[in-house]
């Protein structure tokens, strides 16, 4: 089900002697509107936490795009002046289901037209199911423009998510792109950044290598990897012609996001993480971004939340 955006929840401190240059997003974002069109960022959340719990994990990240929307508020206005608020994509049950497969079903369907207006989505999750929708949205939109379009996806995440089940979770939305782009005669382009050892069988290790997945692990991805790392998406990012952008929160140390399904006990750094961003942002080639596995009701001081909310302004920022 699709949620209009409340916009009583963008609100902020307001700093009216500094003028235009005080500015900060709740004053400048706006809802969308049937007629906007051309540059700018559109926020879609996606209220869902249904694949979650279909993998056993602690529900909670269904409030993950209203404590995102909170503290992006009073985010300063540097470049990024157009910035549109899209709504909420909420997971509803349905009569025989938890109501997954309709909310990622609309999910894309709301992807593909914020594209077709000339937007960059930005999806504000939820749990890690936002991938299946998100990719989704962008493959609708290229498919009505190329055959075979080459999309790389990027996953900064301590988990493959590329689980075999018997039915759709927060744990399998990239097997689930795999099979999506071997049915439409796609590449599947995958680099999984930040991926531990001590989360992921050798079941999904073993399938990574057969689908070709690019990936590092979080002990190869310490500051002082840096440049191996940068060097690694570099060389992928090359290799296609657009990108899906997708975070995991757990792929930080818990201390810095204890708001997740799954805290990391290692964890890759934010001098890693931003990095990252900025390049995947500067390439030239994203088109759809999310956030994933915010869970508030684990969250310690917003730090979750807040590591959120820099990650969306950061990719606002850089490519605005």
């Known amino acids: 089900m699709h949620q209009q955006p409340d916009m009583s929840r963008w609100q902020g401190r ?22 906007t069109e051309g540059k700018g960022i559109a926020l879609i959340g996606f209220a869902c936490d249904a694949g979650v719990a279909r993998n056993h994990g602690r529900i909670g990240a269904k409030n993950g795009p209203a404590a995102i929307r909170t503290v992006l508020g009073n985010m300063p206005v540097h470049r990024c002046t157009s910035i549109h608020d899209a709504g909420d994509i909420v997971c509803v049950a349905e009569e025989k289901n938890d109501g997954l497969e309709s909310a990622q079903n609309s999910l894309s369907a ?28 962008l493959a ?25 089940a018997e039915q759709a979770s ?32 050798e079941a999904l290790f073993e399938r990574a290598r057969k689908l070709g997945v690019t990936w590092r692990l979080d002990d190869e991805m310490g500051v002082a990897q840096l440049d191996p790392t940068l060097a690694t ?18 792929v930080l140390p818990a201390a810095v996001a204890p708001g997740v399904s799954a805290p990391a006990p290692r964890g890759v750094p934010m001098e890693v993480i931003e990095p990252i961003v900025d390049m995947v942002a500067a390439s030239g080639k994203l088109r759809v971004a999310d956030i994933a596995e915010l869970n508030p009701h684990h969250d310690i001081d917003q730090r979750t939340a807040r590591v959120a909310a820099r990650f969306v302004a950061r990719l606002a920022e850089r490519t605005s």
């Open 14 to 35: 307001i700093d009216n002697a500094e003028g235009e240059l005080g500015r900060r997003w709740h004053q400048i974002v706006r809802p969308l509107a049937a007629t």
């Open 110 to 137: 709301e992807i593909d037209q914020l594209l077709d207006r000339g937007l960059l989505p930005i999806a504000l999750g939820g749990g890690h199911e936002i991938a299946f929708g998100s990719f989704g949205g």
């Open 140 to 164: 609708r939109h290229l498919a009505k423009k190329e055959k075979a379009p080459r999309i790389g996806v990027i996953n900064l995440d301590a988990h493959f998510d590329l689980r075999m």
């Open 170 to 201: 927060s744990g399998t939305p990239f097997r689930q792109i795999a099979e999506d782009c071997q049915a439409r005669g796609w590449p599947f382009q995958y680099c999984c950044l930040g991926v531990s050892n001590f989360a992921n069988t």
């Open 233 to 250: 998406l570099a060389n992928f990012i090359a290799q296609v012609d657009y990108l899906y952008f997708t975070i995991c929160l757990d």
